[in-house]
């Protein structure tokens, strides 16, 4: 049973476009969003991360918008960049002192110049 | 960079045979998980311990995968009979409080089963 689902499966974008990353849950208990990016032949890292009590995350080029009440979120990226190329996981966890994730199916990016 | 050592970064296996990898979790952080990620990057969580204690395991850990966390000594994943499906990529992360603020993935061990 997938509980977090990502969507686009892949994404193409020009260099400095928004790319657009959508992420679903169906656990209402989930209380924690990190986004994760993986470059090829590495491992994953965190990106950036949000609570519920937000609805909105802001790191440089990167924002995590948030809907509760409809368990969606999404990623943009704005002025996308050749080194954002990479695929992007949407996760959760179910609270309290568990760091035990829940992983979507990724979106693989590709920024072109 | 992350501080979590897993070695060796590449393993290959054959059929039935035992596979093992190790982790040295980021200095003071007592929770170790272990994650596989296949060919298709679906992420499975495997175990994770407290110190040396099991907090959770899936069930196909409890039967070919053993894992340990000594005192002083790495964490290790351990395939007693590797099988192709096992091929795949496999994490080790370490977190200060338990949580996932804190957790931090390790360059990963990719196994490959022929």
């Known amino acids: 049973q997938q509980q977090v689902r990502q969507s686009p499966q892949s994404l193409t974008v020009w260099e400095g476009e928004t790319a657009i990353l959508n992420c679903s849950y169906e656990d209402s208990t989930f209380d924690y969003f990190p986004w994760y990016w993986q470059f090829p032949r590495e491992s994953p890292a965190l990106l950036i991360a949000?609570?519920?009590?937000?609805n909105k995350k802001e790191d440089g080029r990167f924002t995590i918008f948030f809907n509760k009440r409809e368990k969606k979120l999404s990623l943009h990226i704005t002025d996308s960049q050749p080194g954002d190329s990479a695929t992007y996981f949407c996760a959760s966890n179910t609270g309290g002192l568990s760091g035990k994730l829940t992983f979507g199916e990724g979106t693989q990016v590709t920024v072109i110049s | 960079n992350s501080k979590v050592i897993q070695t060796p970064r590449y393993l290959v296996k054959g059929q039935g045979q035992k596979a093992k990898m190790r982790c040295i979790p980021e200095k003071g952080h007592p929770v170790v998980f272990w994650y596989q990620q296949n060919k298709n990057n679906e992420f499975k969580f495997l175990i994770n311990?407290?110190?040396?204690?099991?907090?959770?395991q899936i069930d196909m850990t409890e039967k070919r995968f053993s894992a340990e966390c000594p005192s002083n000594s790495p964490c290790s994943l351990e395939i007693q009979s590797s099988e192709a499906g096992d091929s795949a990529l496999y994490l080790c992360a370490s977190s200060l409080t338990g949580g996932p603020e804190t957790l931090y993935f390790g360059s990963g061990t990719r196994l490959t089963v022929l």
């Open positions: 311990f407290q110190n040396q204690e099991v907090l959770q």
């Open positions: 949000i609570r519920p009590v937000s």
